[in-house]
């Protein structure tokens, strides 16, 4: 313990007293909340409010490191063995009362019960842990997973269900492949999948649904929802828009995603002859975040996850605490507790997540690079909240307008000076939409494109893919060559 961390104040993981009270009752309902979280210490000997140390009476030390230690051991359950050492601040002694993170969760007074005896640490403070707080420990406790849980009283899935399931998974990742060569190593899924990964339990001869198969399916639950809201100017004061998607959680991702990039800005750049729409905010950013918010949630919180564009940032916040022991500095360096390790498994097969814990540090490296501010990671009554901040003076958007008007001015003068291509340049710059021109820019740089690469370069469907591939062959921009899985498309 340093004067350092003293001056820093109380924390999620930090607490003070002047003196060791006589009643324990006083700090343990402390020393319980660190141990249901991510650990923490407790310094007898310090001011809380002024950081003052005063330091305790060094004769009696050792006795009263003996009772702290016994009042602790006896006190709670299940017993927390803390670690308690004497430091020197200021020529004066403190008690340093070391909780680590308990792995038989819920730790409570033994005297109240654990109803009404276990707490937990929220911004700073010691609380009474909420009925699904609780039930979130017990869960914890014996490392087990909500969503890998059956959903009783649910009756029985039928092989249709399960096959609808495999099948709408397989095509989803298959979509949202980066390429064609990957999209051909994705495996289709069986029903021994599901089962391995926790979205079906087995009994008997007969199938039953967790709450992964109903969260990806059918789902029913009330809190399992993403609402999302634009608000005007900085804080949550006036309602411009808002909106609040149901159904399976997949479709709520999509659909929350979709929402904010119809509300933050959009401009565009000249590559060539063609326009690109650029957003403010790196989308894949905003995409990740509210992945991250829907697969780590906490299902048993009552609350939906909450996506908001504000004038200054898009935040999204994801109710429940950090799981187990994690720390935001923990988040910061990749470190990754999954709380819905089905879900997990499902995300990471269908591509909407690369690995455990990249999420965060993707984020913040790809803000890094664009010369964004960098996100804020918050704890915050019970939930996790990360905020992306958007250019307050909109350069970014007022640069890509500026490039578009000289780039147009390049295109005038140049076909100016070229008889008969005015006419064609117009076509290419006014008729065509924002995915043809990304097509055509596509193939100028690698001479040619399939069906798959255009899916993933607009993020679109098969369907869709052939639906724009088809207007532009009609209008004669592109010719179709090859057949089948050999088909091609080149400009004419």
């Known amino acids: 313990m340093t004067l350092e961390e003293i001056m820093s104040g109380e924390s999620e993981y930090l607490e003070f007293k002047r003196m060791v009270p006589e009643r324990s009752e006083t700090y343990m309902k402390t020393v319980v909340a660190f141990a249901n979280g991510s650990g923490g210490k407790i310094v007898f000997g310090v001011e809380n409010g002024t950081f003052k140390v005063v330091g305790i009476n060094q004769e009696n030390a050792f006795s009263l490191i003996d009772g702290i230690t016994s009042a602790i051991c006896d006190s709670c359950t299940p ?3 803390p670690i308690v050492t004497l430091a020197s601040i200021e020529e004066k002694v403190v008690i340093v009362v070391n909780i680590m993170p308990g792995g ?18 929220v911004s700073g403070t010691t609380r009474p842990a909420d009925p699904f707080v609780l039930k979130e420990l017990e869960f914890e406790g014996s490392n087990r997973c909500f969503d890998q849980t059956y959903a009783a009283p649910e009756e029985g899935v039928t092989e249709d269900e399960i096959n609808l399931l495999c ?8 979509e949202h492949c980066k390429s064609e060569e990957a999209a051909e190593r994705i495996h289709r899924l069986t029903r021994q999948n599901l089962l391995s990964w926790g979205f079906l339990v087995k009994r008997g001869n007969a199938y039953y649904p967790t709450n992964a198969f109903l969260l990806m399916s059918r789902n029913s639950f009330p809190q399992a929802t993403i609402q999302c809201a634009v608000f005007k100017g900085t804080e949550r004061d006036i309602f411009i828009d808002r909106k609040e998607y149901d159904g399976d959680i997949i479709t709520q991702l999509d659909a929350a995603y979709e929402y904010v990039l119809r509300n933050i800005n959009i401009g565009s750049e000249i590559h060539g002859l063609y326009r690109t729409d ?4 790196p989308t894949d950013c905003i995409r990740e975040m509210i992945c991250n918010a829907v697969v780590h949630r906490s299902y048993l919180h009552p609350s939906s996850i909450q996506v908001a564009v504000y004038d200054n940032r898009v935040e999204v916040t994801s109710p429940g605490m950090l799981f187990g022991s994690l720390r935001l500095k923990d988040i910061r360096e990749g470190i990754s507790i999954p709380r819905n390790r089905a879900l997990v498994y499902a995300f990471t097969y269908m591509n909407i997540m690369e690995h455990w814990g990249s999420g965060i540090p993707r984020i913040i490296r790809r803000c890094k690079e664009l010369g964004m501010e960098e996100p804020e990671l918050l704890e915050i009554a019970g939930s996790f909240r990360i905020n992306l901040f958007r250019f307050s003076d909109k350069t970014r958007i007022g640069k890509s307008t500026d490039k578009v008007r000289e780039s147009i001015e390049k295109v005038r003068i140049s076909t100016d000076k070229m008889p008969g291509s005015t006419e064609k340049v117009r076509i290419s710059t006014d008729k065509l939409t924002g995915n043809q021109k990304k097509i055509i820019q596509y193939i100028e740089e690698k001479g040619v494109i399939t069906n798959r690469e255009v899916q993933n370069l607009l993020n679109v469907k098969d369907s869709r893919a052939l639906k724009v591939l088809k207007e ?4 004669g921009v592109l010719k ?4 089948l899985r050999g088909t091609c498309y080149k400009l004419k």
């Open 278 to 281: 650029v957003y403010e905010l």
């Open 480 to 483: 179709k060559e090859g057949k």
């Open 79 to 81: 017993m927390i063995t």
């Open 104 to 121: 038989q969760r819920p730790y409570y007074l033994t005297s109240k019960g654990k109803e009404k005896g276990t707490y937990i640490r």
């Open 472 to 475: 532009m062959v009609e209008v």
């Open 167 to 174: 099948n709408r998974m397989y095509q989803y990742a298959v």
